[in-house]
């Protein structure tokens, strides 16, 4: 059984509320879980003290069992202290494609020809 910690969705429309829960992969966003690990409100500020409320043992013990965070809970465990995040990051998905690439140097070329 694979397991995530993911976030439930609640609250009402255009005022979100989640609930950080242990879940089998497999089941809906706000089905069934196994347990519930902490809140987190979206909606107060940054610097709030109850934005995030997490039980953290827990979190390090299911991470321990196997079960892995979605990104955005990733960065939720990171600022509580919980696990490290990767760096994700890919500088060669904004570069020009092939007919871009050839377009651009055939117009280096021509500029070049054209000082010279």
Do not use: C, H
Not at 58 to 87: M, P
């Amino acid at each position: 059984m694979s397991l995530k910690i993911r976030l439930s969705r609640g609250g009402a429309k255009k005022r979100p509320f989640y609930r950080v829960v242990v879940a089998d992969s497999r089941s809906p966003r706000d089905g069934r879980f196994i347990e519930k690990l902490g809140t987190f409100d979206p909606l107060k500020p940054k610097d709030a003290a109850d934005r995030l409320v997490l039980d953290a043992e827990k979190a390090q013990e299911w991470i321990a069992k196997g079960a892995q965070a979605t990104d955005r809970v990733a960065r939720l465990l990171e600022s509580v202290g919980v696990g490290k995040r990767e760096a994700r990051n890919n500088p060669q998905k904004a570069q020009p494609k092939k007919k871009a690439q050839e377009r651009a140097a055939a117009a280096a070329a021509a500029a070049e020809a054209a000082s010279a």
